[in-house]
């Protein structure tokens, strides 16, 4: 079996080689005294590694006294990734009833996003209600670290060279092609290559990050795509909840990889470092400041971030209210509702917030309708009948709510499979207008005219457009696993080229497509995010290579009809809405990029939308140094533009 690549996007999957638990470099257990505070009552190490300065911070995030347990996913010093098990138990009056603990390790980040480090929840879960206990007793401690410390001496104990090692990861990058834009780059292993890795039957660990992926969906409901949106432009996206933290950093987890820039992208792209995935920082406290200030677009990026591809941006999550307080830290502010909301009626949304005026942002129309279709599609994937095990509270089940009316769809989640399983059979109340209305953009005027327009053109009958819109849509998931395309089905060709970049996208096998097992819902998640970043930046990539090429040849033609005077100017002519071209305004070089509604159409994008047409020329301005402008929709009739 070939080594597997230490960042690679796929899901590590439960088998021979990939169950076994990463060796860990340091383990420690930290206690919080009424008088001292946080302290490090007892450590192991490797001898080059240095714990003191900040992991008891980190192992115990503010607010964690008003929950009983905790698992918390932290960076330590951008080489290690961080793991602990916090518990609050009983104790003496002396110690105001309370004894707040936490056993921690980390492990080196060669071992992927996270370390794999989920697999060792269990094992500090149990220390930690071990230790609770008698803390005084680290004879467990002591031996858990003796099995699982990382010996470096033993290439059969720890990961040998070339197979994740910093120093191998390092060879590896020194050895790697250059891309086209000059810069050397990993081939890291998108999901598109990931054909090996879910064989049928095989399921994720039970606290892999990924299986919160459905109620990241079901929190952000529509506002899953603005927050999409914005770690595909690199933003310093800041999550500020209250504890637990656990789903927060799983949601950490769920931004960073499906923003991930897909590998056919990469020669597509000029920008230089290519960021191909947003870095994820998990929990951050203010201890984290400084490496909060990092990752901005405008500063020059960290040569170790660049040629990790992390150049820009990152994400993370905080229960220090206070650091939403300083918005030179962040881009994207994300305020989410208390766990105790969750079952809230009306439903307590998550609130988005940009820069610089801290406006919520809210979904487009385009984007509500997305969501509605992609968790129709969804439903393939999971079977009613399924039913997760007890250790794994963040699956919600996706079912059929038997109504195709676009406009009572419910954007709700549904009740949780532990819920579902003591009320089958019973109908699920759909959310009122109001709830809906609350985390989307309003219908402009322009698509309020276009609207009534369609509806008439019609006949009052059922648009054909909003049907070919859903079938695009759907496409996106078409081909992922042998339950999703029946065959002789036809699933939209030209987007299936588009957004796989003439690959197939995921190819066959990845996916567990037999029973809608887990391991199917999470990598179509994944694959169906991947195909839309591949879409939108693709689309934007041929407009600019066409309208180059349009700039050339009338470059080419004007130096034979104007003698080489250069009378001839570029660009588009004022009487062709259509044509692209490139406006210059005087005494400047730089050519401006044109999209027209029907480019943003084929990304999937609202045509009527302010914020969508912004982020389009956010997009170009950060990927090619382009500056665009982006036409809005339009409505003709008999060849008379009436809008």
Known sequence: MAPANPHSLHLDLPNAYSEAQPHIVALFLILFDAKAGYTI?????VPELDITDSVEYKSLPSGLHNVEKDTVYFVHNDQYAGISSFINGKAAESERHALMLAVGALIPLSYGR???SWRHVEGLRALANELVKDPSNTDALEGYWQEHQDHKDDPAAG????????????????RSISSPNGQPRTRNRAVSSASALAPPGQTLSAHHPALSLSTFLDTFGPLVFPLYKAAL???????????????????VYSISI????????????????????LRPLFSVGVHDIPTLSTGSRTSQPAESLATEGQAYGWVACTTDDILGLKDHLYDTLVTLAPSHTSQAQPKAWPRIQGKPTAVNVKATQRDARRYRGLRRDLQQYRSASWRPPSSSPHLVRYTDEGNDNEATTSLLPLPSLEEAATADGEAVSAPSADDEQTVLEPQSWSALAY???????????????????????????????????????????????RASGGRGGIEEGVI????????????????????????????LSEVVDAQDDEEEEEGSSSSFSDGGTGLHQPGRSDDDDHGRGSSREEGQEEEVVEINGDDMSKMGLDVWSERDRAFVEELVDFYWGRKARVLGGRVECCGVRVL
Not at 41 to 45: E, I, V
Not at 159 to 174: D, K, L, Q
Not at 525 to 534: D, K, L, N, Q, W
């Open 114 to 116: 996270l370390g794999k």
């Open 258 to 277: 499906l923003s991930t820039l897909p590998s056919t992208l990469h020669s597509l792209l000029p920008l230089s470092p290519l960021p191909t995935r």
């Open 41 to 45: 009552a007892w450590k192991r190490s």
């Open 512 to 539: 567990d497509g037999g029973g809608g097992g887990v391991v199917g819902f999470e990598m179509a998640v994944i694959g169906y995010f991947h195909r839309f970043t591949v879409l939108i930046l693709r689309t």
């Open 159 to 174: 990961p040998t060279p070339g197979e994740g090692s910093p120093s191998a990861m390092r060879e590896n990058r020194r």
């Open 451 to 497: 609207n009534s327009f369609m509806w008439w053109a019609s006949a009052g009958e059922k648009r054909t457009d909003l049907e070919e819109e859903s079938e695009y849509d759907s496409a996106l998931l078409a081909h992922l696993g042998s339950s999703t395309a029946p065959a002789g089905e036809a699933h939209s060709p030209s987007i299936m080229r």
């Open 233 to 251: 432009l690199r933003k310093r996206i800041l999550l500020v909840g209250q504890a637990p933290v656990e789903v927060a950093c799983n949601f």
